[in-house]
């Protein structure tokens, strides 16, 4: 896995400032949908009349809480969230590559690239283009 191992996702920083809920009763797909919904959320900017985030601050807490909630769901019980099943998603591509479009990877970027190396998602332009 290029050398990464799972001491890495500590470069991920401090807990984001939006957390969702920690109930494993609400079942994996609650987090899984989460993640999707914060990858997403990366190409948009700060709410308005938001003083709190720059775009960049914003991009990465929505980041790191994709991050939370993918790991939530993979920790709940007879889940059959899987990484091979978050590889094929396209809303999470965002997350993975660290790429709005076709620009460059992004500060933020490492924190989800790190999450899908760690769990082995492949985040090469090749996989991204293979893409359905």
């Known amino acids: 896995m290029g050398g990464y191992a799972h001491s890495r996702a500590g470069i991920a920083g401090s807990a984001p400032r939006h957390r969702g809920s920690n109930r494993t009763a609400a079942g994996y797909l609650v987090n899984y949908n989460a993640a999707c919904f914060l990858?997403?959320?990366?190409?948009?900017?700060?709410?308005?009349?938001?003083?709190?985030?720059?775009d960049d601050e914003w991009r990465e807490d929505c980041a790191r809480a994709a991050v939370v909630q993918l790991n939530t769901s993979l920790r709940v019980t007879r889940s059959p969230f899987s990484a091979a099943w978050a590889e094929r998603d396209t809303d999470l591509r965002p997350l993975f590559t660290g790429r709005l479009g076709g620009g460059p990877v992004a500060a933020w970027g490492e924190i989800g690239r790190n999450w899908a190396r760690i769990t082995g998602i492949d985040v090469t332009?090749?996989?991204?283009?293979?893409?359905p």
């Open 39 to 54: 990858s997403l959320a990366l190409a948009t900017r700060p709410p308005a009349g938001s003083a709190a985030w720059t």
């Open 125 to 131: 332009e090749e996989a991204a283009a293979a893409q």
